[in-house]
């Protein structure tokens, strides 16, 4: 049974008996066995990774996902403000430049900008957020207000869903074109900038992790926080499903 229990029991409420933490190896494979959650095995991922997707559909999920783009980089500035040791802060600060980009290497939200255009869509279509559905927002926000009132560790801990992101980042290199032949090239270029990425990020949040919570009671918390993680980004493709696949917009059975 998937839960993600982050709230605090009443100091009156009976608690189980103290177990023994997990080996450093036991927890790190008990949160990489959250793979079977990720987003990739959702039946809209399943359809989008064996060409299955109509135009209107990528197109959506494109710009919906730009909302998250643009979001990661003050999520991950939320965790610095909240981490008091410069030498952290030193490391994931790396993570908005990635995204954000410096003169001369516009970063991660560029290169999404070019996969909009290279699905057919325009920047002012990606900036004005008009096609952001109010479920996959709201799932954001969510993200993004954990993150800033969370601690800094437990904000680490939920981005290791980067732990998956490579494969389905590859997948996308490998099939894409032969799928979708109509979305140009150089629309591909940020899925390529991410395979080394988020193999570095997933390198310094999982130490941390693993650094950090180490008693059962904090493994199991770790484990919860990456389940919580994981049921937005599923949640964000629910909505998208619904409305790209289902053919149900917002508020479709209100009459105007």
């Known amino acids: 049974m998937r839960t993600h229990r982050l709230y605090e029991l009443p100091l009156d409420f009976p608690r189980p008996a103290p177990q ?25 991922h399943l359809l989008m990774n064996s060409g299955k997707l109509d135009r209107p559909a990528i197109q959506g999920w494109v710009a919906n996902r730009f909302y998250y783009q643009v979001i990661i980089p003050v999520k991950d500035a939320a965790i610095m403000a909240n981490c008091p040791h410069r030498e952290v802060r030193r490391q994931w600060i ?22 909009a255009e290279a699905v057919g869509l325009t920047r002012e279509q990606m900036y004005s957020q008009e096609m952001v559905l109010p479920g996959v927002r709201f799932a954001i926000d969510a993200y993004v207000n954990f993150a800033r009132s969370a601690s800094w560790q437990e904000a680490a801990c939920s981005s290791l869903t980067e732990m998956f992101a490579p494969k389905i980042h590859q997948k996308r290199l490998d099939k894409w074109p032969e799928y979708y032949p109509w979305i ?17 990020d997933v390198e310094h949040g999982l130490q941390i992790t693993l650094d950090h919570f180490n008693t059962r009671e904090l493994q199991e918390r770790a484990l919860n926080i990456l389940q919580l993680k994981l049921d937005i980004l599923w949640t964000m493709l629910d909505c998208m499903w619904v409305a790209y696949i289902d053919k149900k917009a917002p508020y479709h059975n209100i009459p105007e």
């Open 20 to 44: 023994p933490a997990w080996s450093r190896a036991e927890f790190e494979a008990r949160l990489r066995g959250k793979e079977k959650f990720y987003h990739i095995n959702h039946e809209f």
């Open 184 to 200: 140009e090239p150089r629309g591909y270029a940020y899925f390529r900038k991410r395979l080394a990425e988020a193999r570095r």
């Open 94 to 115: 790396q993570r908005i430049i990635d995204h954000d980009g410096t003169q001369g290497d516009e970063g991660g939200i560029e290169a999404w900008l070019q996969l």
